[in-house]
Nanobody
Framework: VQLQASGGGLVQAGGSLRLSCAAS????????AGWYRQAPGKQRELVAA????????NYADSVKGRFTISRDNAKNTVYLQMNSLKPEDTAVYYC???????????????WGQGTLVTVSS
């Protein structure tokens, strides 16, 4: 499966963005999905994870209450709604899909192209 993250950009602190992750070559319906980010000089970290049927989510403490992960299986797309953005949210955001444990651990062998989110103060 190929994943394409999009929707990043430059936004002021307090603003919102919605990221999209479109899958091709396979369906997202049978896998959990996750959003990750990597800030300059830091390791990639899990931001949000969503189970196959959407009944279970897992958010990083730093984004709880501000970010929401969702999926539209008909469109084969996963979204990340980001509200109340902070400068520390600045990073390249990636998406990936697979079994729940792999999504939560972020232990993927390959990653697609991410999308850059820059939050100005």
């Amino acid at each position: 499966v190929q994943l394409q993250a999009s929707g990043g950009g430059l936004v002021q602190a307090g603003g919102s963005l919605r990221l999209s992750c479109a899958a091709s070559g396979s369906t997202l319906s049978f896998n959990a999905a996750g959003w990750y980010r990597q800030a300059p000089g830091k390791q990639r970290e899990l931001v949000a994870a969503l189970s196959i049927f959407g009944g279970t989510t897992n958010y990083a403490d730093s984004v709880k209450g501000r970010f929401t992960i969702s999926r539209d299986n008909a469109k084969n797309t996963v979204y990340l709604q980001m509200n109340s953005l902070k400068p520390e949210d600045t990073a390249v955001y990636y998406c990936n899909t697979g079994p729940w444990r792999t999504v939560v651990a972020g232990t993927f062998g390959s990653w697609g192209q991410g999308t850059l989110v820059t939050v100005s103060s």
